[in-house]
């Protein structure tokens, strides 16, 4: 492990924030410079930091020579040529989640940086829970046995995340619910799950609300008017992964049901099940475990502890990995498997059909 200081640029002010924040905490770390079009968050941010050095465009941030390494928080349509740009600029990289829009241009990132011979992760911050940790090591005790099914899920009622926004602009994000937030619950059931193969996904997705204005993020962002709206509200899906095991995942933006902020993951085993449930971002008493003792259904909710939050252990293992050589989790290579599940799902829809993934 050395001891110089690792300088880092934190490229958008929105989600950034936490990232800035993180690398602020962190020892032998120098939040160097930030870069954002939104001048007054930058400088905001900047300042709550002490960071001298802030940038609008990101090509200004990535010709410092000084910088080793960088968290890419941009619209997701910049996730590629921002991070490609910043590999072959020679920094390390943290891209916030979907890795991108396509399996195309995250393979292209992929390619950027084992050319480069640097690191590039993910911000699957919610996979980083205390809960999502225990469940993982609990799964692979073997103590549900054979997991054969599974669901997943992110139903809100009410938050379209900026109407009139990149978030529903079909080029700019991608896509909507789907690859805003359930990326983030296929990631964790797909990490609980040990990685099994996707081979195939039937999925449809509808836009109910979004095209009328309506169901913004707060009472006050319903319009009530139509507005350019291009992506999902909500969208499911039924994953058929290697070894027989399928997964249903859910993700909506806005929906007329008793969902506030809620997402989850469920598992059937064999020999047992476990729900982990969170409600509005809750923290305590999410999971419940489910089997037989002595011939009965029994019941049993384990106690995990709070742990740290999930970017700031994000950022932790991203400057290991650059520090120490701490295996670079969760890398690229989750994303990618993700994008395909979610580019099939994307092509499903609108071809009304199963599509096998290549
Ligand atoms: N992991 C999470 O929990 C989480 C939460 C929210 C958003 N995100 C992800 O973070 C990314 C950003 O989302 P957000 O909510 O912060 O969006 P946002 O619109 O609030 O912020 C985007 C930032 O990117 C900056 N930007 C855009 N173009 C730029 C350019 N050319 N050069 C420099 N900066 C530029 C903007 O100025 C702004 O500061 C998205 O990919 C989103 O999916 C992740």
């Given amino acids: ?150 669901k997943a899920y992110w139903m809100r009622r009410q938050g379209i995340p900026g109407l009139g926004s990149w978030f529903v602009n079909k080029a700019m994000a991608g896509g909507g619910p789907l690859i805003d937030l359930g990326v983030h619950v296929l990631d964790m059931a797909m990490f609980l799950l040990g990685e099994p193969e996707p081979l195939a996904v039937s999925a449809a997705t509808y836009a109910e609300f979004g095209p009328r204005g309506l169901k913004g993020w707060g009472a006050k962002q319903s319009t009530g008017t139509s507005v350019r709206y291009e992506v999902e509200d909500l969208g499911t899906a039924f994953v058929r992964l290697a070894g027989g095991t399928t997964l249903l995942l859910e993700a909506s933006w806005a929906s007329h049901g008793s969902a506030g902020d809620d997402y989850g993951v469920v598992l059937y085993g064999t020999e047992g099940g476990a729900e982990l449930t969170i409600k509005d971002y809750a923290q305590d008493q999410t999971i419940r475990l489910f089997t037989d003792v002595h011939g009965l259904p029994h019941n049993s909710m384990p106690r995990v502890p709070r742990g740290e939050d999930g970017h700031a252990a994000v950022i932790r293992r991203f400057v290991a990995a650059i520090r120490d050589g701490a295996p670079p989790i969760p890398g690229a290579a989750d994303g990618l498997r993700r994008a395909l599940v979610l580019d099939a799902c994307y092509r499903s829809a609108t071809l009304g059909r199963e599509v096998v993934i290549e």
């Fill in 1 to 150: 492990m050395t001891t110089d200081r690792l300088r880092v640029g934190v490229i958008g002010a929105g989600i950034g924030m936490f990232h800035a924040q993180a690398y602020a905490a962190l020892p032998h770390v120098e939040l160097a410079a930030i870069a954002g079009l939104d001048t007054e968050r930058v400088v905001a941010l900047a300042a709550r930091h002490g960071v001298e050095r802030t940038y609008r465009e990101y090509e200004e941030l990535l010709a410092q020579p000084d910088i080793d390494a960088v968290s890419v928080c941009v619209p997701n349509a910049l996730h590629a040529p921002v991070t490609i740009a910043a590999l072959a600029a020679g920094k390390h990289v943290l891209v916030e989640k979907p890795l991108a829009r396509t399996p195309d241009e995250g393979r292209a990132m992929i390619a950027a940086a084992e050319a480069a011979g640097k690191i590039l992760m993910i911000a699957f911050n919610h996979r980083q829970r205390s809960d999502v940790q225990w469940l993982k090591e609990y799964v692979d005790s073997g103590a549900l046995g054979r997991i054969y099914y599974a």
